[in-house]
């Protein structure tokens, strides 16, 4: 059986108590990290804590070739921790399709996602969120405008949007950057964002949420990862008022 593990937010504490046990009766644990992250923890703590060694996976092991993660999960009990919550992911959609089609039994463990943490914590509607994005880093002479044009479109339906931010294995996209990358596609685009909304390490103790225009947004001190950005539509009332409150607006 292959059960996927959402983590939670933050750190060892956001797991839930069924996935706890899932992992502690499990014969093999993987984790896949690069579509998100525990940013309160190391890789080591998680083994320590679960007492279990734990395989760490790359985009290429599960997304081409998950050869030897679907062999194992045919006659063994494996645990596929992902931060958040595991089917947020198309990836791990993918995945559990191919299972599937191998005869291999699959069960899912939710946990918090940012996808609805960001609505606790920046009082924004979660029945107006649009499409969401991701903003990769430009490389070289690569620097695509989907995101952009994915925020153009959910602002002409009045919608907000989640922007995820880029992880590497060397360094995580802070809000600054983002809004850095984002104002020059407003301008090749002849555009501009009026209002960002940043919030770095939801589900810690520490939560950072700043709403503002980019030279604010820019000149905030986020802190460490893990960070994502909001661009939201037109703000109700009760959302303006929210913003103001724990946002700084």
Not at 54 to 78: G, N
Not at 185 to 191: E, F, I, L, T, V
Request: net charge negative; hydrophobic share 40%.
């Amino acid at each position: 059986m292959l059960t996927f593990v959402g983590l939670g937010l933050y750190d060892l504490t956001d797991i839930p108590l069924k996935g706890y046990a899932c992992i502690r009766d499990a014969e093999y644990i993987f984790f896949e990290a690069y579509t998100s992250r525990l940013a309160g923890c190391s890789v080591a703590e998680m083994a320590e804590f679960y007492g279990h060694d734990i395989r760490i996976l790359s985009r290429e092991d599960i997304e081409v070739d998950p050869e030897f993660l679907l062999a194992v999960s045919k006659d063994h009990r494996v645990a596929l921790l992902t931060g958040g919550d595991p089917m947020i992911s198309t990836t791990h959609i993918d995945l559990r399709i191919r299972a599937k089609k191998r005869g291999i039994e699959t069960r899912i463990i939710h946990a918090s996602s940012i996808s609805t943490a960001v609505c606790g914590l920046t009082g924004l509607q979660n029945y107006r969120f649009g499409k969401t994005c991701s903003l990769p880093y430009p490389y070289k002479t690569w620097s695509p405008l989907t995101p952009f044009d994915v925020i153009r479109e959910n602002r002409e339906h009045d919608l907000h949007t989640l922007v995820y931010l880029d992880l590497r294995e060397d360094r995580c996209m802070t809000i600054p950057e983002a809004v850095e990358i984002l104002e020059e596609m407003a301008q090749k685009c002849g555009s501009t964002i009026p209002l960002y909304v940043g919030v770095a390490r939801a589900g810690s103790e520490t939560p950072v949420v700043t709403a503002g225009n980019a030279a604010r947004i820019r000149d905030t001190e986020f802190g460490p990862p893990l960070h994502i950005l909001v661009i939201p539509a037109s703000l109700h009332v009760m959302e303006q008022e929210y913003l103001e409150l724990f946002a700084g607006l």
